[in-house]
């Protein structure tokens, strides 16, 4: 038989034999968890190790839920990310139960959902441990923008458990950006916060196309613990008709060292009509 036949077939064989040996999460460059199909569905990630973090962008409307302890990452993080355009369908992240996730900050957050067309977006945290390291990062952040007026959009975080740190920005906030419209709401119910700043709901740079735009937090369990700012709610720019509170009714924020605990933010240009309310019981 001829040799150099022979030592190709092995080389081959052997290669073979490595790429199959290779853990499947690894395989993928983006949409590590599958592919998604189009129009509105759901994806569970599946147990694994993820190096470079998960990564689903141009979405048309994607449930992901991380619902294993076994799912960690410990660089890239977390980004559901949708394209500019028409889709209405809401992307979603449900971090119900997970590992650890650390972040130097893809797209700006340890996890983060970013809604560009019309849809709203939502983070809701159970279970697990993140932690961002780098930069302006948050842990959790969720973003709406758009420069057409849409009503009914809302951009939501909801921390039901868990523990989330940030270094040196907000481990939770959630944002209007630009002319987009909706609302911007941070639930805390449950689990730990630490870092430099604690909470954030805030509509940023709006036009008199963002007609009310409320942006508010509502606590009624869990800690912060933060060196800055415990709880804030933000508006700037020019918005009529805002509306901004911050209710808590239960659990515990601790400033170790700031001059602010919680309040209410307004960089108005315009404030006819706009309402502003702090709530603690």
């Given at each position: 038989?001829?040799?150099?036949?022979?030592?190709?077939?092995?080389?081959?064989?052997?290669?073979?034999?490595?790429?199959?040996?290779?853990?499947?999460?690894?395989?993928?460059?983006?949409?590590?968890?599958?592919?998604?199909?189009?129009?509105?569905?759901?994806?569970?990630?599946?147990?694994?190790?993820?190096?470079?973090?998960?990564?689903?962008?141009?979405?048309?409307?994607?449930?992901?839920?991380?619902?294993?302890?076994?799912?960690?990452?410990?660089?890239?993080?977390?980004?559901?990310?949708?394209?500019?355009?028409?889709?209405?369908?809401?992307?979603?992240?449900?971090?119900?139960?997970?590992?650890?996730?650390?972040?130097?900050?893809?797209?700006?957050?340890?996890?983060?959902?970013?809604?560009?067309?019309?849809?709203?977006?939502?983070?809701?945290?159970?279970?697990?441990?993140?932690?961002?390291?780098?930069?302006?990062?948050?842990?959790?952040?969720?973003?709406?923008?758009?420069?057409?007026?849409?009503?009914?959009?809302?951009?939501?975080?909801?921390?039901?458990?868990?523990?989330?740190?940030?270094?040196?920005?907000?481990?939770?906030?959630?944002?209007?950006?630009?002319?987009?419209?909706?609302s911007s709401l941070v639930e805390m119910h449950g689990g730990a916060i630490t870092g430099r700043h604690g909470v954030r709901a805030a509509i940023l740079g709006a036009?008199?196309?963002?007609?009310?735009?409320?942006?508010?937090?509502?606590?009624?369990?869990?800690?912060?613990?933060?060196?800055?700012?415990?709880?804030?709610?933000?508006?700037?720019?020019?918005?009529?008709?805002?509306?901004?509170?911050?209710?808590?009714?239960?659990?515990?924020?601790?400033?170790?060292?700031?001059?602010?605990?919680?309040?209410?933010?307004?960089?108005?240009?315009?404030?006819?009509?706009?309402?502003?309310?702090?709530?603690?019981?």
């Open positions: 038989m001829d040799t150099k036949k022979t030592r190709r077939l092995a080389s081959m064989f052997a290669a073979g034999i490595t790429l199959l040996s290779l853990p499947l999460n690894q395989a993928f460059a983006v949409d590590e968890c599958g592919a998604e199909a189009a129009g509105a569905d759901i994806i569970n990630c599946p147990a694994g190790a993820y190096g470079s973090g998960i990564t689903y962008t141009n979405s048309d409307g994607l449930t992901l839920n991380l619902n294993d302890a076994g799912i960690s990452s410990a660089a890239g993080g977390v980004l559901l990310q949708s394209a500019s355009g028409i889709n209405t369908n809401e992307l979603r992240i449900n971090a119900i139960n997970f590992g650890s996730i650390v972040s130097n900050g893809v797209g700006g957050a340890a996890v983060r959902v970013f809604a560009r067309a019309q849809e709203s977006a939502t983070i809701q945290m159970d279970a697990g441990t993140i932690t961002a390291t780098g930069g302006s990062y948050s842990g959790l952040r969720v973003d709406l923008t758009n420069n057409i007026a849409i009503p009914g959009r809302q951009a939501r975080v909801i921390l039901n458990g868990g523990a989330v740190s940030s270094a040196l920005t907000y481990a939770i906030g959630t944002q209007i950006n630009g002319d987009a419209d909706g036009s008199p196309n963002s007609k009310v735009s409320p942006a508010t937090v509502l606590m009624d369990g869990g800690s912060i613990l933060t060196s800055s700012i415990g709880i804030q709610t933000r508006h700037s720019g020019t918005l009529p008709a805002a509306t901004s509170s911050i209710t808590v009714t239960g659990g515990a924020t601790t400033v170790t060292s700031g001059t602010v605990g919680i309040f209410v933010n307004s960089e108005l240009m315009v404030k006819t009509g706009a309402f502003f309310q702090l709530r603690i019981m």
